[in-house]
C-alpha cells in the first residue's frame, strides 16, 4: 500500500528555511513520481516541485534554485528542502505518489496517492 505522510511543517521567518518530509512504502514499485504540493488558503493546489525513481526531478519556476527535491530510497522517503522562504510559500504541503511513472520530456504527472499535508507558515 502506498500511503505517503508527511512531516517537517512548521513557522518560519521570511529568509529561513524548512526541509519536509514524506515518507511512502513505494519498495515494491517498478517506477514512481514522487511530488510536493502546496495549497494556500482560497488557492488551488499547485505543483511545486517533483522527483522519479531514477532522480529526475523537475521545479515550478518560481521555486527553482530556492527549493530541493531529494530521496532517499533506502527509507523510502523523500524530501523537499525550501530556502530564503518567503510569505507567498506559506500553506498546506502535501506529497503524493504517482505508481508506473517516469518524468520524461512532456509527460505531466498524474498522481494517485497523497498524504494528509503539513502547514507551512512563514511570517514577515
Known amino acids: 500500500q502506498v500511503h505517503p505522510v508527511e512531516s517537517g511543517g512548521g513557522s518560519v521567518q521570511a529568509g529561513g528555511s524548512l526541509r519536509l518530509s514524506c515518507e511512502s512504502s513505494t519498495y515494491t514499485l517498478r517506477s514512481y513520481c514522487m511530488g510536493w504540493f502546496r495549497q494556500a488558503p482560497g488557492k488551488e493546489r499547485e505543483g511545486v516541485a517533483y522527483i522519479d525513481m531514477e532522480g529526475t526531478t523537475r521545479y515550478a519556476e518560481s521555486r527553482e534554485g530556492r527549493f530541493a527535491i531529494s530521496k532517499e530510497n533506502a527509507k523510502n522517503t523523500w524530501y523537499l528542502q525550501m530556502n530564503s522562504l518567503t510569505p507567498e510559500d506559506s500553506g498546506v504541503y502535501y506529497c503524493?505518489?504517482?505508481?508506473?511513472?517516469?518524468?520524461?520530456?512532456?509527460?505531466?504527472?498524474?498522481?494517485?496517492?497523497w498524504g494528509q499535508g503539513t502547514q507551512v507558515t512563514v511570517s514577515s
Open positions: 503524493a505518489v504517482e505508481t508506473d511513472c517516469r518524468l520524461v520530456p512532456g509527460y505531466i504527472p498524474d498522481f494517485e496517492y
